[in-house]
């Protein structure tokens, strides 16, 4: 079994910051990717962003130049901070990872989603 745990998320003023954090634990081979996707209500799940295995990273144009994806991998462990933060950002926030598991399949596996609200 594979688990990945969210944390950080919350209520900020516009032009705030805020630093999401999901860990993954369980049987763990390796971690192919991880990143952040989110969901405001009404809308579909969006790409936020991703980081590959060798530090690759996109995101989505929306987030570009205030959101940046950065991992521990002794924790297994990636973040997501995010600057400058703007109204239409609230959303859901939700962990994405690949996992190679001991028994050698990779499988996806989601966070719980965390909540963050951008409001004055």
């Known amino acids: 079994q594979v688990q990945l745990v969210e944390s950080g998320g919350g209520s900020v003023q516009p032009g705030g910051s805020l630093r999401l954090s999901c860990a993954a634990s369980?049987?763990?081979?390796?971690?192919?990717?991880m990143g952040w996707y989110r969901q405001a209500p009404g809308k579909q799940r969006e790409l936020v962003g991703t980081?590959?295995?060798?530090?690759?990273?996109n995101y989505a144009d929306s987030v570009k130049g205030r959101f940046t994806i950065s991992r521990d991998n002794a924790k297994n462990t990636v973040f997501l901070q995010m600057n400058n933060l703007k109204p239409e950002d609230t959303a859901v926030y939700y962990c994405n990872a690949r996992i190679r598991t001991v028994s050698a399949i990779d499988n996806d596996y989601w966070g719980q989603g965390t909540q963050v609200t951008v409001s004055s």
């Open positions: 369980g049987s763990i081979s390796s971690i192919r990717f």
């Open positions: 980081m590959g295995s060798f530090g690759d990273t």
